[in-house]
């Protein structure tokens, strides 16, 4: 036989629910007595504060192995890539001579980023320094701090400084600027006590091709060989003369500044944006002279140093920048 539970009525449910909140005859509040939720409340205080207090020791420790001023760990900064400004999304600098608002912006961004270069700010904030030599500023124990910086005055851009040009950094004539910059990485003595420069050449897609590279063709029968040559040669017509680079003949000539694009060593080491408050990196501008106008041109430079590998396919701003020039005339 079933019992059916008998049905509570919306009073004896609030009546309830109020009881269970405080209890006057038991003087229970949710079920528990105050000395109860005492000690609940102790528990989980000690319990948290505990876990609390692990947690700042720990962070306390692994502060002490970590200097304010140098990263513990860069091994994945062992090469310095190499960057353009002005810096656009994909890279491309494009021109159109006859149009202001196409190179307007570039000639905003370089302004911008060579104010720094002024020669007052930099006789201000930077020494003038020994060329060809190390900048060193060892602390010898005691914390030596700020580090001085070397002088990198926007006079030494030449054409390309922007002073007192009409041309805009040459890009209301077709004739642009485009400075090409070492990143930084803390405690790195580029160039291993040699000079060092940085040179740009037109590269044309075929013209990355490594010869060594190239797997010979295995040797075929001497009928199939010149059955393959004449049908191959009413269509390809002269296949024995070598590609040409037509990037590097529409690239035409241009001028580096410094001269030779070179970068003295007394701009290294560089020791962090903490202690090198004032450092200003070294710059090599390009002054593209004759670009064949209406034409993109692959270009890519590097930095010619003994200690900065730059043929690592893997890493394709390991030592070098490639970046695409077109300059529009109507």
Same mark, same amino acid.
């Given at each position: 036989?079933?019992?059916?539970?008998?049905?509570?009525?919306?009073?004896?449910?609030?009546? $309830?629910?109020?009881?269970?909140?405080?209890?006057?005859?038991?003087?229970?509040?949710?079920?528990?007595?105050?000395?109860?939720?005492?000690?609940?409340?102790?528990?989980?205080?000690?319990?948290?504060?505990?876990?609390?207090?692990?947690?700042?020791?720990?962070?306390?420790?692994?502060?002490?192995?970590?200097?304010?001023?140098?990263?513990?760990?860069?091994?994945?900064?062992?090469?310095?890539?190499?960057?353009?400004?002005? +810096?656009? $999304?994909?890279?491309?600098?494009?021109?159109?001579?006859?149009?202001?608002?196409?190179?307007? *912006?570039?000639?905003?961004?370089?302004? +911008?980023?060579? $104010?720094?270069?002024?020669?007052?700010?930099?006789?201000?904030?930077?020494?003038?320094?020994? %060329?060809?030599?190390?900048?060193?500023?060892?602390?010898?124990?005691?914390?030596?701090?700020?580090?001085?910086?070397?002088?990198?005055?926007?006079?030494?851009?030449?054409?390309?400084?922007?002073?007192?040009?009409?041309?805009?950094?040459?890009?209301?004539?077709? *004739?642009?600027?485009?400075?090409?910059?070492?990143?930084?990485?803390?405690?790195?003595?580029?160039?291993?006590?040699?000079?060092?420069?940085?040179?740009?050449?037109?590269?044309?897609?075929?013209?990355?091709?490594?010869?060594?590279?190239?797997? %010979?063709?295995?040797?075929?029968?001497?009928?199939?060989?010149?059955?393959?040559?004449?049908?191959?040669?009413?269509?390809?017509?002269?296949?024995?003369?070598? %590609?040409?680079?037509?990037?590097? $003949?529409?690239?035409?000539?241009?001028?580096?500044?410094?001269?030779?694009?070179?970068?003295?060593?007394?701009?290294?080491?560089?020791?962090?944006?903490?202690?090198?408050?004032?450092?200003?990196?070294?710059?090599?501008?390009?002054?593209?002279?004759?670009?064949? %106008?209406?034409?993109?041109?692959?270009?890519?430079?590097?930095?010619?140093?003994?200690?900065?590998?730059?043929?690592?396919?893997?890493?394709?701003?390991?030592?070098?920048?490639?970046?695409?020039?077109?300059?529009?005339?109507?």
């Amino acid at each position: 036989m079933v019992i059916q539970k008998e049905k509570k009525s919306c009073g004896q449910v609030v009546e $309830e629910w109020k009881e269970f909140v405080w209890n006057p005859r038991t003087h229970q509040f949710m079920g528990r007595t105050g000395t109860s939720w005492a000690f609940i409340l102790l528990f989980y205080l000690v319990f948290y504060g505990f876990l609390t207090a692990m947690f700042t020791l720990t962070m306390w420790v692994m502060l002490q192995t970590v200097s304010d001023h140098t990263p513990k760990y860069q091994d994945r900064l062992a090469t310095p890539g190499l960057m353009i400004r002005p +810096k656009t $999304e994909n890279l491309d600098v494009i021109v159109n001579v006859s149009d202001a608002e196409s190179w307007d *912006q570039h000639v905003q961004k370089l302004n +911008k980023f060579l $104010e720094p270069y002024n020669d007052s700010i930099q006789a201000q904030k930077n020494d003038v320094c020994r %060329p060809g030599r190390y900048y060193e500023q060892p602390d010898n124990g005691v914390l030596n701090y700020p580090k001085r910086a070397c002088q990198f005055n926007r006079t030494q851009l030449g054409d390309c400084s922007g002073i007192g040009d009409p041309t805009h950094y040459g890009y209301s004539t077709g *004739q642009p600027c485009v400075f090409i910059k070492m990143n930084r990485v803390i405690n790195f003595y580029a160039g291993a006590n040699q000079s060092m420069n940085v040179t740009c050449v037109g590269k044309d897609v075929g013209a990355c091709l490594d010869p060594s590279s190239l797997t %010979p063709p295995k040797p075929r029968p001497l009928l199939l060989s010149l059955t393959l040559h004449f049908l191959r040669s009413p269509i390809t017509g002269s296949s024995a003369l070598p %590609p040409r680079d037509e990037d590097a $003949e529409n690239l035409g000539n241009f001028v580096m500044f410094p001269a030779n694009g070179s970068i003295d060593l007394m701009y290294f080491p560089y020791y962090g944006k903490k202690f090198h408050v004032n450092y200003t990196q070294p710059l090599v501008a390009v002054k593209f002279l004759n670009v064949t %106008p209406n034409v993109e041109v692959n270009v890519e430079c590097r930095i010619n140093a003994a200690n900065i590998a730059t043929d690592d396919e893997r890493d394709k701003f390991a030592g070098r920048v490639a970046f695409k020039l077109r300059i529009n005339k109507t």
